[in-house]
């Protein structure tokens, strides 16, 4: 709760001013302040030394905002959450958002006085409010902590926030448990009443119920016997669509998946900027071995599927035996049929039964597009890093490579000084002179953009 029992809600208010205050002279210094909001602002300094620098960015807006917003598994929910939350708060001097799982803002609605106050801020749909970002917030907070918080006024960690209150609760996938997203009310001190964060909880528990209602009705099978029903009042929702860019299953398949039913969720392998893959499927959460992650890549690369020699090709070296491929793929299958057997891979080719998305094909897809701005933000660094197979390395330089052509090539200034921030453009030169034409003359981002060229032209000399 956002004060503690027994403590004067004005008492509290003026011990986390104080304590901001105190801030700049380092955290030891700063007293009065709950446990979980200075365990947090210990976070924030970590991300931002200067608490005025956290401030959020638009992530989403226009099409991109509206294609995120209809993909994103939430969407089934938002009527629910409109009919429990955001109409009460019309005329109320409260707002509602609804954020993905990183904390980026997708639906913001309620009280349009206060909608319009809070757009000084940025808090609007398409903005970045995770912790990472801007610091202490509820909602940024809460994804952060995994369970619902209520942040007062000078409990922010950037000032620009004190005049708000919010109270913020996760969203969770009612089958795997895994974060979807975050619910949010803001406003004034009404914002963390004593009961705001039992009705966020409980518009929460709804949403969840209403999602795994829909799922069960999306496959052909009722509720049975003790499970909820939809909240009273509330219209079935239609089940999220799948991204453009995920292809029909039954074209791997020779037509059988097609008579399967349509998942609600996207299954989906993160390999981007990580040695290891992550690998969601039917909603449940998987770690893979390095040599996995390379498998399933190259699989889903090829939905018409791989011989066992060209497979094992794309993975070994010429030097390695093929015969070390139908062991690892024995292994492969053993993770993969815990997760949901029917995404175990066929044989004769090897291929997969079902579409699986890899984030290094979504950046392609999104820039082959011109959606620079999505490409930029699904791309968490290059493929794999440290993958020697052969494929892996051809893949891995051919998304960076066609990330920095587009990015140099046909991008927004905003874009562009994003991507020089990526450690594989740290001294690329092309890039920060890029940033640097594109950049308004009284730009304030100039100096450090002629300060890193400098610094790249004198480690080049020397």
């Known amino acids: 709760m956002a004060v503690p029992v027994g403590i004067n809600a004005d008492i509290a208010q003026h011990r986390a001013s104080k304590a901001h205050e105190s801030l700049s002279l380092g955290l030891r210094s700063v007293t009065g302040l709950r446990d979980l909001v200075r365990d947090s602002w210990a976070r924030s300094l970590n991300y931002h030394a200067d608490p005025e620098a956290a401030s959020p960015v638009l992530v989403y807006d226009g099409g991109e905002l509206d294609e995120y917003r209809r993909n994103h598994p939430l969407s089934a929910v938002m009527p629910v959450i409109h009919q429990l939350l955001v109409r009460p708060t019309y ?166 998946a097609s008579r399967r039913p349509k998942r609600l969720y996207q299954n989906s392998l993160q390999v981007l900027g990580r040695n290891y893959g992550q690998v969601s499927i039917g909603g449940i959460t998987g770690e ?45 299958r053993r993770v993969l049929e815990k997760l949901d057997p029917s995404m175990v891979p066929q044989s004769r080719p090897y291929r997969l039964p079902e579409a699986l998305v890899v984030d290094g094909r979504q950046v392609l897809n999104y820039l082959w597009r011109g959606s620079h701005r999505m490409a930029l933000q699904i791309y968490k660094g290059p493929l794999m890093p440290f993958s020697e197979a052969p494929a892996i390395i051809q893949l891995r330089e051919e998304i960076s490579a066609a990330l920095r052509e587009a990015v140099l090539n046909d991008a927004s200034p905003e874009v562009l000084l994003q991507y020089a921030q990526l450690p594989e453009a740290a001294d690329d030169s092309a890039v920060w002179k890029e940033c640097l034409k594109v950049l308004p003359a009284r730009s304030p981002k100039r100096a450090a953009v002629v300060a890193r060229l400098e610094k790249i032209e004198a480690e080049l000399q020397g």
């Not at 639906?107 to 809070?118: E, F, I, L, N, Q």
């Not at 409980?202 to 939809?230: F, T």
């Open 91 to 256: 005329d109320s001097g409260l707002i509602v958002a609804v954020g993905d799982e990183h904390g980026r803002l997708l639906w913001v609605d309620g009280d349009t006085y206060m909608r319009r106050k809070a757009e000084d801020m940025k808090f609007i749909a398409g903005a970045d409010w995770s912790e990472l970002r801007v610091g202490t917030s509820a909602p940024g907070t809460a994804l952060e902590l995994d369970h619902g918080i209520q942040i007062s006024g000078a409990e922010h960690f950037n000032r620009t926030v004190h005049p708000w209150s919010c109270t913020a609760v996760p969203l969770h996938d009612p089958e795997s448990s895994a974060v979807l997203g975050v619910v949010d009310i803001t406003g004034g001190t009404e914002a963390v009443a004593p009961h705001t964060l039992s009705l966020v909880e409980a518009a929460v528990a709804a949403a969840q119920s209403h999602l795994q209602i829909e799922r069960l009705q999306h496959a052909g099978r009722q509720p049975g016997p003790g499970q909820p029903g939809p909240p009273a009042g509330v219209s079935p929702a239609l089940p999220a669509r799948e991204p453009a860019t995920v292809q029909d299953a039954a074209s791997n398949t020779g037509g059988s």
């Open 288 to 332: 893979l071995s390095q040599r996995h992650a390379e498998i399933l890549t190259l699989l889903s690369w090829y939905p018409e599927g791989l011989s066992s020699q060209v497979l094992s090709t794309m993975l070994y070296p010429a030097d390695k035996p093929s015969t070390a491929l139908r062991p690892e793929m024995v292994r492969l």
